[in-house]
């Protein structure tokens, strides 16, 4: 998008497409091992030749048809610059791109489904997720999937354990020498996965950082990981969305153990349908790769992925989300940076607990869509 325009591509140059005479988005299909965020980049850029430096994330759509084969399309929107616009390939092998101006988009030959979340992307709208079927070409019925599942983070939004990773990262960062007197000066360590952080911040390469999150960990596991505090309400935020309906996860880049013993020790376990963490051997690091071991593990649950939301503290919560193609909310109380994750797509943000439950009460009250 860009200033008041929607780039759209007109499909009219392959041969037996169903999308052909039609007006769409820039896109296409998932390569081998591609996370949602990977697919996007890789697609936009064949098909336009600039890779906007933003997305974000607004939803699932799934295409049901008795006639072509079903579609479960990932939602995206990025806004781009004039100088990005200007180095825009129009001419491709899919078709012909041009910007229309958003108030003239309805009058294109529209799938008519399309019109439903189009309507909602110009009107505002964060979370966009339907199920549209056909029968050939024409709409037979739409529904809007609500959000059922809440994926909640654990550092920095449930459990305020910034005192034991910033005294555990000071320890381990004396073992090479780099000595910090105040501890809370290493608040950057709440969030992100310690390899990322020794690596970025440090410069360490894989094996040094290993070793330092060795050391980390030889003061972490006996002491650091109970220097914490339960942030208030959460109890009380978690006990009213299971009250209304909703199953409720964490998906955590600390590793899987430590959180189910922070969750004994709270008190909180039974309050939680799935507990997915990171594994100490690496295998499980980042935000995407514990929120695709969550999928892994519920593969049988239908459109399970669509009906996701993640709630947590730091950008890195915000990009994971979006890499693998759920909505998130972020809350101000942790270690992140508020407007970096409303930049990078946080449908929304919690000043606390207790405003999560009308967050996604609002989230789920569904578009008007009389069209």
């Not at 979340?117 to 809007?144: A, N, P, W």
């Not at 189910?260 to 349908?273: N, P, T, V, Y």
Request: contains cysteine.
């Amino acid at each position: 998008m860009n200033n008041g325009r929607t780039l759209m591509l007109y499909r009219g140059s392959k041969e037996n497409d169903v999308n052909e005479g039609k007006w769409i988005g820039v896109g296409g299909k998932f390569e081998q091992g591609e996370t949602a965020g990977e697919c996007l980049s890789r697609e936009v850029l064949e098909e336009t030749g600039i890779r906007p430096s933003l997305f974000a994330f607004r939803g699932i759509l799934y295409f049901r048809n008795d006639r072509y084969e079903d579609e479960e399309i990932y939602l995206y929107t990025a806004d781009i610059s004039d100088e990005e616009a200007a180095g825009i390939r129009y001419d491709c092998t899919e078709g012909t791109l041009r910007f229309v101006d958003n108030d003239s988009i309805f009058g294109l030959d529209l799938w008519e489904g399309d019109r439903f979340f189009l309507k909602d992307l110009m009107s505002g709208r964060k979370r966009i997720s339907y199920e549209l079927t056909y029968e050939g070409d024409r709409l037979t019925g739409h529904r809007v999937i609500p959000v059922t599942e809440i994926l909640f983070d654990l550092d920095g939004t449930l459990i305020d354990t910034g005192e034991g990773i910033m005294k555990c990262a000071q320890y381990s960062l004396e073992s090479i020498g780099i000595r910090t007197e105040d501890y809370h000066d290493l608040s950057f360590f709440v969030g992100p996965p310690l390899m990322y952080t020794y690596m970025h911040r440090y410069g360490a390469d894989e094996a040094q950082a290993r070793e330092l999150v060795e050391k980390y960990r030889e003061r972490y596991n006996p002491t650091g990981v109970l220097e914490c505090e339960l942030y208030p309400g959460v109890r009380e935020c978690i006990e009213e969305l299971r009250d209304m309906g909703y199953h409720i996860a964490i998906a955590s880049s600390k590793p899987e153990h430590m959180c189910i013993r922070l969750l004994e020790h709270f008190g909180l376990s039974d309050l939680f349908d799935e507990v997915v963490g990171s594994t100490p051997d690496g295998r499980i690091d980042t935000k995407t790769e514990v929120l695709n071991e969550l999928f892994r593990r519920k593969a049988s649950e239908e459109e399970y992925i669509s009906r996701c939301i993640l709630i947590g503290d730091t950008g890195f919560d915000i990009r994971g989300a979006s890499d693998v193609g759920i909505s998130s909310v972020g809350v101000s109380f942790g270690y992140g940076d508020v407007a970096e994750m409303s930049t990078l797509g946080a449908v929304a943000i919690a000043e606390s607990m207790a405003d999560i439950p009308g967050i996604i009460r609002e989230i789920n009250a569904g578009p008007e869509n009389d069209l």
